[in-house]
């Protein structure tokens, strides 16, 4: 049995919309109904037409990383109506519009409702409202092109998402979910196979699309690309690596932090880890605690006495001694080289990251490509709790009005990466009362996974 295909809302044909006569419907491959012989009816002409339309395979030109749980690949068995009229055409591969030629298999944007109306109002030099980018032309990759003549131009796709067009019900890993996620960049679009045909008088010029590959760090798009896949037969998104502590997916338009321990290779969200600092940081010092400076370290006895050559009474007194020995505690992850952690920028929109046996690319930095310089420091300032929206169970400790992240609005951090020199956590105390110790000072970032300083 036949089931349509989710259309983008059409509807009747006016003066700003291109009219297209035909629709496609989706085909389960397994159905008896669909293999049975097509029966034959006479047009108004007097000839033969196919009752049932012929039932068409479109191999999938989209090739996510990730897998989906249902279906192995994005290929759709599908169904044109009228398929007649729509085999009658002649197939061509190319067609040109306004003097720009468009190709098959190449990427286009469509205009919609709300893009007509937001041209109409600049026309017109009215001020046009503050949007999202769903509200922007829709995005679609051509897979045929047919025509009649000159005038009746029609081409056969399929529709590229922006995360925010996300249906409801739409399972992403084992939850449901609607619309933008977190983890999707603000130039990120989800490929899928929701086919559609449009008339090709719609297309507003091409487009740049590319997928991103997670692990290779030199695929950061600064336009538009694609990491994750939308299967529009069961509504389930591919999976993207998840990566932190946190176990989730990276926000390619954020900054992670990556270990390059060999027993961890772990990247890090730049929010979880001043996160765990201002969580550690109320543990140790609360409400009234100062923070003090370290004492200060001067040459004494303890270090003269390991400097003192043996005496002859000692036992092994007229053998070498070796410099010293690095000392660790049992279970303690080995380091590979200086046991580094280096620091990886994502560049402006989630995958996917870099898979657990590889260690990660040092060429994804929170650096400034010009020597001596530092990238701009990232702050998080956390907000009131009174701020939050209620609804949500009560944690441990807020059911006694307790807030469930008791350090907000007492400390302040800031995550300073320099060229130079490792990452660190710029401290500010905003408590008031505290008439002693220090009020701003800097600690090294430690991996939230094996604990390991990045150096």
């Known amino acids: 049995m036949a089931s349509s295909a989710r259309k983008r809302p059409r509807q009747e044909p006016e003066d700003n919309r291109a009219e297209c006569p035909f629709k496609i419907d989706v085909i389960n491959p397994d159905d008896k109904e669909s293999k049975r012989k097509p029966k034959k009816r006479k047009t ?7 009752a049932t339309a012929k039932v068409n395979l479109q191999m999938s030109p989209f090739a996510p990383c990730g897998k989906f749980k249902r279906h192995e690949t994005m290929d759709l068995y599908y169904k044109v109506s009228p398929p007649k009229k729509w085999t ?36 017109d030099n009215k001020p046009v409202a503050v949007r999202k980018k769903s509200d922007d032309d829709w995005v679609a990759r051509i897979l045929e092109i047919r025509a009649s003549d000159e005038h009746h131009v029609y081409a056969r796709i399929y529709w590229m998402y922006w995360p925010d067009e996300l249906p409801p019900n739409t399972l992403d890993g084992k939850k449901y979910v609607q619309g933008r996620q977190p983890y999707h960049g603000m130039n990120e679009l989800i490929a899928s196979n929701h086919m559609d045909i449009i008339n090709v008088v719609s297309v507003t010029s091409q487009a740049t699309v590319r997928q991103w590959y997670e692990e290779n760090d030199e695929e950061i798009q600064h336009a538009l690309y694609w990491r994750q896949a939308f299967d529009v037969r069961s509504y389930e998104l591919s999976s993207v690596d998840l990566v932190c502590r946190c176990n989730t997916p990276a926000n390619p338009d954020k900054k992670l932090l990556g270990c390059t321990v060999e027993a961890c290779k772990k990247w890090m969200h730049e929010e979880c880890i001043i996160e765990d600092a201002l969580q550690t940081t109320y543990k140790r010092l609360g409400t009234d605690k100062p923070h003090l400076p370290p004492e200060p370290t001067t040459k004494g006895e303890d270090e003269i006495e390991g400097q003192r050559p043996l005496s002859p009474s000692e036992t092994g007194a007229a053998v070498s001694a070796q410099h010293s020995i690095d000392v660790k505690a049992e279970g303690e992850p080995a380091l590979n080289g200086n046991g580094n952690v280096d620091v990886r920028q994502t560049e402006e929109e989630d995958g996917p990251t870099a898979p657990e046996d590889a260690a990660p690319s040092s060429s994804r930095r929170a650096v400034s490509e010009t020597a001596g310089t530092s990238t701009p420091s990232t702050k998080l300032i956390l907000k009131s709790a009174a701020g939050r929206k209620g609804g949500k169970p009560k944690k441990k400790g807020e059911a006694n009005g307790e807030s469930s992240r008791p350090w907000e609005g007492l400390f302040e951090v800031t995550l300073n990466t320099e060229k130079n020199g490792p990452p660190v956590l710029e401290f500010k105390d905003l408590r008031e009362g505290i008439v002693v110790g220090e009020k701003a000072w800097t600690e090294p970032v430690k991996c939230l996974l094996c604990a390991t300083t990045v150096n």
């Open 88 to 123: 009658d055409m002649t197939r061509y591969n190319s067609f040109v519009l306004n003097g720009v030629k468009y190709f098959s298999e190449g990427f286009i944007y469509v205009a919609n409702d709300s893009s007509i109306e937001r041209q109409k109002a600049a026309n």
């Open 44 to 50: 108004e002409n007097g000839e033969d037409e196919d």
